[in-house]
């Protein structure tokens, strides 16, 4: 069965107070909503330990990271709470029985993926870009990734779209990677997108609004959602 559970603040009685967003908590996992300019986990340098999962832990001492979100992006970001709970759910980002939703706003008219569906895929390999590392650029000998796309609405006058994203694979960076080698890069993307283009938004306007998933401990599918801060 299938199930929508709704998105609060402070679900389980932390949250608002500890400096986090609480969506979902049971005795296995942790469902949170990142916002944008917070770090997943803990970077290097003292000035780069304040981040998403150091907050959850100091309410939830048991609290395991099982995936990341950039910096720059907000929305659904799962925690563990045991060893095996966390492991349980690497293995199901493993064989892609995770499934992610994200919006972006990208700068362009893309034309809609022919199709009935709508949707279009991007399958363009990405490889670290070593020169300029973390970045990621598209080329041969990189990972095999893909993304399904389709657009939402187009803003002919402000020349640009929402697009609904679905990651099939898990690469460092890959929507944005894969937006900009569709030709429309993601408005205030800080990394990918031309100065101009950056200009158009002070945040990355890429949110993961939606996390799907069969529950590891009841074996039930769950549904979590977040609305869109943009």
């Given at each position: ?10 679900l ?20 949170l ?10 970077g290097r ?28 992006t ?45 949707w ?5 390999p ?17 990972k ?17 779209a ?5 990651p ?5 960076h890959?929507?944005r ?13 800080r ?8 200009a ?6 890429l ?20 609305a869109?801060?943009?």
């Amino acid at each position: 069965m299938s199930v929508t559970l709704p998105e609060t603040n402070d679900l389980a009685g932390n949250g608002g107070s500890s400096g986090f967003s609480l969506v979902y908590a049971d005795a296995g996992l942790l469902v949170l909503d990142k916002p944008a300019g917070l770090l997943s986990v803990p970077g290097r340098g003292a000035d780069k330990q304040d981040c998403l999962s150091a907050r959850v832990q100091a309410a939830y001492p048991d609290a395991l990271v099982v995936h990341r979100l950039d910096m720059a992006t907000s929305g659904l970001m799962l925690m563990a709470r045991s060893v095996g709970i966390q492991r349980a759910l690497g293995a199901l980002f493993e064989r892609r029985e995770i499934h992610k939703r994200y919006v972006a706003v990208v700068h362009g008219l893309p034309p809609p993926p022919p199709g009935p569906d709508g949707w279009g895929l991007i399958n363009l390999p990405i490889a670290v870009d070593w020169p300029r590392r973390p970045l990621r650029i598209i080329g041969a000998g990189g990972k095999p990734s893909q993304t399904r796309w389709r657009v939402l609405a187009l803003d002919v006058l402000a020349q640009k779209a929402r697009l609904e994203l679905e990651p099939l694979t898990g690469r460092s960076h890959q929507l944005r990677v894969h937006l900009q080698a569709l030709g429309h890069p993601i408005l205030g993307d800080r990394l990918y997108a031309p100065e101009a283009v950056q200009a158009l938004s002070d945040r990355l306007l890429l949110h993961a609004c939606t996390l799907g998933l069969t529950h590891p401990v009841s074996g039930e599918a769950v549904r979590f959602e977040s609305a869109l801060p943009f």
